[in-house]
């Protein structure tokens, strides 16, 4: 196995933890060859897209460029008994400002996606089968046992405005997970605070004041069933004291390429996700998806139906931003955002790199439900939003096939993937 290292320069901290994380998994990689009892698998990920938004704010339309989602990823194993599984982000870099997409929220932005962390992943996973059950025991930093995959693995490239209803990611995480034939239960402890920033590693103070569990069924290699529970302790107050989240998830998946021979792809899901202040509940928002892919020759076509609520916060001088952390007193009204996607593109090969050009289009339609001030004609222009994205994915080695998964509970990493 032959693995080029890119140089990375140091650039402050962000720098140089981004530099020493992408060193050892270099040097994992050329230590690893055929003889050794420790195989290693290594890939680079990375999206240039250009987006246009109509209308974006006010009436007006805006079109922005972006690399979205550029990482790199090692997976290595020692005699299938011990993995260490590991991704990078750079979006801190490249995605500072956020990515266009109306009705995504999270982290302090707002109708963008917000950059995801410098340390995306990095998970220690033991195994062990005993008296016909397979059995693992993972830690780190990456997903709670709650929810729906990440959906970077998933057929579109702009992710879906329930990205923090459906998924808990970048946590300290100790998850342990038991599966016996068709079915696998997980349960774990993690911290429940969200990042603040791309640079940011978590508070290790705050480990195991949040805990979850899942349940998965697989009655056929080609079909998943899931249902899960989360506890969350304060995740918007990095101190905690703020608002705690109980958070429920139920989905089914279904993936005929690589079981049954048929190109296709399926996946609906439900979320809640209820906000406490004590014992009082303060707000409920909802999710519901549906999205489905077939790849026909080289082609891949794809569709996503989502109807999901979220609050409305106040906003700072940069509309597209809000406070953090913020108060009960912040939120001026709760939206329910109805969106349909759709995607088309196609897979090309050039010189050892998968190459993916693809064009994705969306109409989003958005309404107050709550009565409160915030009116989104006034604010948008519009009640109907428009988003076109055109733009290139580009894959070298191994991706991730079914991010936020460890142990027996399910495959993490795949040479091809969709």
């Not at 060859?33 to 680079?44: D, H």
């Amino acid at each position: 196995m032959r693995v080029c290292c890119p140089a990375v320069q140091p650039c402050g901290r962000r720098g140089s933890l981004c530099a020493g994380f992408a060193l050892l998994l270099c040097m994992l990689a050329t230590n690893a060859n055929a003889q050794s009892p420790v195989t290693v698998r290594a890939g680079a990920h990375a999206v240039g897209v250009v987006t246009r938004a109509d209308p974006a704010l006010l009436g007006d339309e805006r079109t922005e460029s972006y690399l979205t989602q550029p990482m790199i990823m090692a997976h290595a194993s020692w005699r299938d008994r011990l993995t260490l599984s590991a991704t990078i982000n750079f979006e801190g870099w490249t995605l500072d400002r956020g990515e266009l997409m109306a009705g995504n929220a999270g982290e302090g932005y707002i109708d963008r996606r917000h950059p995801h962390t410098f340390l995306h992943e990095v998970m220690l996973t033991g195994f062990v089968s005993a008296a016909g059950f397979d059995a693992s025991l993972a830690f780190g930093r990456g997903f709670a046992p709650f929810g729906t995959d990440d959906p970077m693995v998933r057929p579109f490239v702009k992710y879906p405005a329930n990205h923090h209803w459906s998924q808990i990611l970048e946590r300290w995480v100790l998850v342990g997970a038991l599966k016996r034939g068709p079915v696998a239960f997980e349960a774990g402890l993690f911290n429940g605070n969200e990042p603040t920033s791309p640079e940011d590693l978590g508070r290790l103070s705050r480990f195991a004041d949040s805990h979850a569990f899942r349940l998965s069924l697989s009655p056929i290699r080609s079909l998943e069933l899931q249902g899960s529970y989360a506890a969350v302790e304060s995740p918007e107050h990095v101190l905690g004291g703020g608002l705690d989240q109980r958070k429920w998830s139920a989905s089914g998946r279904w993936d005929g390429r690589e079981t049954v021979g048929l190109p296709l792809y399926g996946f609906v899901e439900w979320a809640e996700t209820h906000e406490y202040d004590d014992d009082r509940r303060a707000f409920l928002f909802t999710t519901v998806l549906a999205e489905a892919a077939l790849d026909a020759d080289a082609w891949r076509l794809a569709a996503r139906f989502e109807r999901t609520t979220r609050p409305e916060e106040e906003r700072l001088f940069d509309p597209f931003r809000s406070a953090r952390p913020h108060a009960d007193e912040n939120i001026i009204g709760v939206t329910r955002w109805n969106t349909t996607t759709l995607h088309a593109g196609r897979v090309l090969e050039v010189e050892g790199l998968t190459v993916r050009p693809f064009v994705e289009a969306s109409l989003a339609q958005v309404r107050e439900i709550t009565g409160a001030i915030f009116q989104p004609v006034e604010f948008y222009g519009d009640d109907r939003l428009w988003n076109l994205s055109i733009g290139i994915k580009v894959r070298f080695g191994m991706q991730h096939i079914r991010m936020g998964r460890y142990g027996v509970a399910g495959p993490t990493i795949h040479d091809h993937g969709m």
